[in-house]
């Protein structure tokens, strides 16, 4: 019972520690490396992910909106949203001020549509490599 | 807002940049791996976006 306990507390603990920087490394691409140390790494990651978004914004990219149907068109607009989501604050601060462009044809849109959704990705990527420096299993 | 267009090989090469950048960042433990690792992505994908083109190019005749 005293180790069930232990192991609760532990895996809280845990939590608490890691739970915020990732919750970081969300909001401000980069952020969580920045706060455990990692200063060059998490300005690296920050010019990337943002150089990234911007870019597809100024190519007009489109931010994908929650949408259902068949699977096909469900795993694309909703991958892709989670995706855009994952940006952080570049993804909600383009919100705000309402950038809203078409679902269009035509090669500069169309990748400017996949560097939003990359940019989304790899702040994932790097959100995974500042929870395994938080909880230790990496350097 | 200005709207920003580039050619397929500038978008591809700016893509390859960040993405091996973010690469090699995140799957490595030391710098010097980093690197390494962040160049060897960027020559992959280098080398598929020309491997790539010109087999296009020479599959349209």
């Known amino acids: ?139 | 807002m200005p709207k920003m267009g580039l050619s397929h090989l500038e978008t591809s090469l700016l893509m390859a940049l960040v993405m091996s950048v973010v690469l090699g960042i995140t799957t490595k433990k030391t710098q010097s791996e980093q690197l390494r690792y962040g160049l060897k992505c960027m020559g992959y994908f280098v080398g598929t976006v020309f491997g790539l083109g010109w087999l296009m190019y020479l599959g349209h005749g």
């Open chain 1, 1 to 139: 019972m005293a180790e069930k306990v232990a192991g609760e507390a532990s895996a809280l603990a845990s939590v608490n520690k890691w739970a915020p920087i990732v919750a970081l490394g969300w909001l401000i691409p980069g952020a969580g490396h920045f706060f455990l140390g990692k200063r060059l790494r998490g300005g690296l990651l920050f010019a990337s992910v943002t150089l990234s978004f911007m870019v597809g914004m100024l190519m007009r990219g489109y931010l994908f909106e929650w949408q259902t149907g068949d699977l096909f068109t469900t795993l694309i607009y909703c991958g892709g949203y989670i995706a855009n989501l994952a940006s952080g604050v570049p993804y909600l601060f383009a919100k705000w001020l309402g950038y809203s462009e078409p679902d269009m044809a035509g090669h500069v849109v169309d990748y400017g549509t996949k560097f939003l959704v990359c940019a989304g990705l790899m702040n994932i990527l790097a959100m995974v490599d500042a929870f395994e420096i938080a909880t230790g299993k990496k350097d």
